[in-house]
């Protein structure tokens, strides 16, 4: 695997990655198409399934693995880094697309669709937190910068949506999000990290200590 060479041109890559953005949102919408409810029509309640790769425990290890991969890349590599500057734009748009989620959680206080209470149910308060999928979210912010940064040079990292895909499906198997939820929370990862690896400097390099931003590697 090969992560070196110059820059990508952002003026370039955004009308792709728009195009992009637009494609798997259609495709997942195309996947999820079933007479139901919601803003699009398409919420319906999936029959529970936490078996195998779906389970619970393999969710939470690829939320874990996901956060591990980006906060230890990042401090072991550093900003000077180019794989490491990615990891660090990664930070950046999972911390922003967490808190930015959280807050829509609050403002919209949809239902789960475990709690029988349908698809068309909003505004119940901060008890409801279906919309968007946060984990979603995550796994998009994550695998966003990196595809943005490197898709010229390694096509294949485009496999990389398979994360998100899979945490879209595996939430909706649980019963924890409905259709538009895993797909609000799949635009808000994607449109955060790209917009992350549009500053020169990532927020995080820019309030801690250099000490951490460097890359522990340069100390051994």
């Not at 695998?143 to 010229?152: A, E, G, H, K, M």
């Not at 400097?201 to 931003?213: A, C, K, M, S, W």
Request: net charge neutral; charged share 15%; hydrophobic share 45%.
């Amino acid at each position: 695997m090969r992560f070196f060479g110059s820059p990508v041109s952002h003026n370039h890559t955004g009308y792709r990655v728009r195009h992009w953005i637009a494609a798997a949102t259609l495709g997942l919408s195309s996947a999820c198409a079933y007479a139901g409810g919601g803003p699009l029509g398409i919420d319906h309640v999936w029959a529970l399934d936490e078996r195998g790769i779906w389970s619970r425990d393999v969710q939470l290890a690829l939320e874990y693995t996901v956060i591990a991969t980006e906060l230890g890349g990042a401090l072991w590599l550093g900003n000077d880094n180019e794989l490491g500057h990615t990891f660090w734009q990664t930070l950046d748009a999972s911390a922003i697309s967490a808190v930015a989620a959280q807050g829509l959680k609050y403002a919209f206080g949809r239902p789960r669709p475990s709690s029988g209470q349908g698809p068309d149910v909003w505004f119940q308060g901060t008890c409801c937190q279906s919309f968007p999928s946060g984990e979603v979210a995550l796994q998009a912010s994550f695998v966003t910068p990196i595809i943005v940064n490197y898709w010229r040079r390694n096509p294949w990292v485009f496999a990389l949506e398979i994360l998100p895909a899979y945490d879209a499906v595996a939430r909706m198997k649980s019963q924890a999000h409905w259709q538009t939820d895993v797909l609000a929370g799949w635009a808000l990862g994607t449109v955060v990290g790209y917009f992350s690896t549009t500053w020169e400097t990532p927020l995080f390099v820019q309030i801690l200590p250099h000490g951490l931003t460097v890359g522990f590697s340069k100390r051994f």
